[in-house]
Structure formats: C-alpha cells, structure tokens
C-alpha cells in the first residue's frame, strides 16, 4: 500500500488533453490539488471542470511553457492556489512531422523551443516553490529519440533524447534539496490526436507492439504517479518507458513469431 498523495499540489504541463489530461485526471483520482496548465484557456478550466465534477481538486491556468513569464505566472498561482508545489509533470509537447530535407528551420525552433526549452523553464519557474517540500520532477520524454527512430521526426527525437541528457544532471544538482528528477518514455498512447490518423494507422501501430494494445494515458499516469509517491524517494534521475513491450522485437519476425 502506497503512502497517499491526498492534498499534495500538483502542476501538470500540456493537461487539458491526451497524456497530461490523463496524469491530471489519476493524480486527481488520489486526491492530490492539480493545476491544468495549456496555452488555450477554455481547454484547460475544461479539463478542471471534469475532474471537479469527478470529485476532485483541479484549478486551471493558461500558460506557454516557452514563455518564462507565463512560467512565473503559472508557479505563482499553484501556490496562492494550492498551497506551494510538491510535484511538477513537465509533459507539455508538440510532434509536428516533416522529413529532414523539407523541415523548415521554423519548425525545428518551435519543436526544441517547446519541448526542451519549455521543459527548462517550467522546472526553473516550480524550483523555489519545491525546495519548501519533498518535490518530484517527471518529465515527459518518449520512447522517440532515446531508444527509437522515426522518419519525419528528427527534431522531436532530439528533443526527447535532449530530455534525458538534461535529467542527468538536474539529478545531482536538486538531490541536495531532496526533489528527485525522473522520466518516463511513453511508446504510443491513444490520444485524440492519434484517433484521427483513422482506424487502419491505428491497427498498424498496434499490431507493432507485444502487448496487442496501444497505451492509455492513465498508464503513463500511473507510472508518473508512482515516480511522485514516497516509495520511489530513492530513485532519481532514472527513466521508466511505458510501450507495452513495442521496444522489444528486433524484427517483423520477431513480432510474426509471436503469433496471436
Ligand atoms: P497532445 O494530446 O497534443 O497534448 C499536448 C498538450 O500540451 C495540450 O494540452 C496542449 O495544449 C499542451 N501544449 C502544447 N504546447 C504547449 C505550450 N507551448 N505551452 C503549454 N502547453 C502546451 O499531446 P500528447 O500526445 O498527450 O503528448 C504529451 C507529451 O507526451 C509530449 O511531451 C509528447 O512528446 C509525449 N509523448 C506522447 C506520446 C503519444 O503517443 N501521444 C508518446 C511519447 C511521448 P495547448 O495546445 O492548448 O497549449
């Protein structure tokens, strides 16, 4: 039996929809105060609403993890709100696809911009506030660059690689104040994004994977969750994927052999 999070602030990055939505929505579930954070204001106090009327603890607040005053803005009301910061899931993405030769140079700033530059800033903006509790970091990486390719997605893979280098180090440097850093690297999780690459994308994807199933975004929760809790106090700057297994086959064969 886990040690309950009742009443601990949570700050959840990129919540109102897909696998923030779902951290929200299990961190919520525990009984902890959750703050949904996304640039589109009605999204978010959306996700808020659905979570209050779930029986839980969730305020809203519109910010762009590549604004350093929205990052501000964003900590300070997670403590006027919710008491201080005990955990920060910094999961807010973006995974717009384009091959190498054709990316424009646009889209490779606004992809580094927001995912590991964003990931920087909502930390340093929580840091203070998490230094007054036991705090826990989970970032958001993916299986996407640290451990996979995937044609079309150079910029994101080095930007989810990028996370972990700077997990490492986050690590050692907030150990001394008791915050621990982890990731987890999600493989593919049925969003509402995903729904729409239509039913025959979605059967490949799955086929892909050992466990004959895409992941839920409360599977990806739950392994936040835990990162967050007391028992996983001794475990810093570590990563834990979450894929079902698709990491595993080292061909189609593989994956054939299985059988079904
Ligand atoms: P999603 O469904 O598209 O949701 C993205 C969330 O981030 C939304 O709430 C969006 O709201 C918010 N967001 C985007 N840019 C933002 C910004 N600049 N500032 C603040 N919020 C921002 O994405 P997802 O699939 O859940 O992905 C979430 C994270 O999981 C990402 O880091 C992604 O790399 C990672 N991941 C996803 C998968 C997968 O299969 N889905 C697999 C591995 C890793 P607004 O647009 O309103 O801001």
């Known amino acids: 039996m ?3 999070i009742a009443g601990r602030s949570v700050v959840v990055t990129g919540s109102s929809k897909g696998i923030g939505k779902g951290m929200a929505r299990v961190f919520a579930s525990k009984g902890a105060r959750v703050l949904v954070v996304a640039r589109d204001q009605a999204a978010a106090q959306k996700c808020a609403d659905e979570i209050k009327a779930a029986g839980g603890q969730a305020a809203a607040v519109s910010a762009d993890v590549t604004k350093w005053e929205d990052m501000q803005r964003m900590a300070d009301a997670a403590v006027k709100q919710h ?3 005990d955990v920060l899931c910094a999961n807010a993405g973006i995974f717009p696809a384009a091959k190498l030769a054709d990316m424009a140079v646009e889209t490779w700033d606004e992809v580094l911009a927001t995912n590991l530059k964003g990931m920087f800033l909502s930390i340093k903006a929580c840091l203070p506030a998490m230094k007054k509790k036991k705090g826990r970091i989970v970032i958001t990486s993916s299986i996407t660059g640290p451990i996979t390719g995937l044609p079309g997605w ?3 893979g080095t930007s989810k690689a990028g996370q972990l280098g700077f997990l490492h180090t986050a690590a050692l440097e907030l150990a001394p104040h008791n915050i621990t850093v982890n990731a ?6 049925m969003t509402e994004g995903l729904e729409g690459l239509g039913a ?3 059967k490949k994807m799955t086929d892909s994977v050992p466990l004959r199933r895409l992941g839920a975004v409360e599977d990806i929760g739950h392994a936040a969750l835990f990162f967050a809790s007391d028992e996983a106090a001794y475990i810093t700057g570590q990563t834990l994927v979450i894929d079902g ?6 061909s189609l064969t593989a994956i054939e052999e299985m059988g079904t």
């Not at 987890?184 to 999780?189: D, Y």
């Not at 297994?245 to 080292?250: A, D």
């Open 2 to 4: 886990f040690t309950s």
């Open 154 to 156: 150079t910029a994101y």
């Open 184 to 189: 987890v690297m999600p493989g593919n999780v």
């Open 83 to 85: 008491g201080g910061i």
């Open 245 to 250: 297994g698709q990491v595993l086959p080292e």
């Open 200 to 202: 025959e994308y979605l």
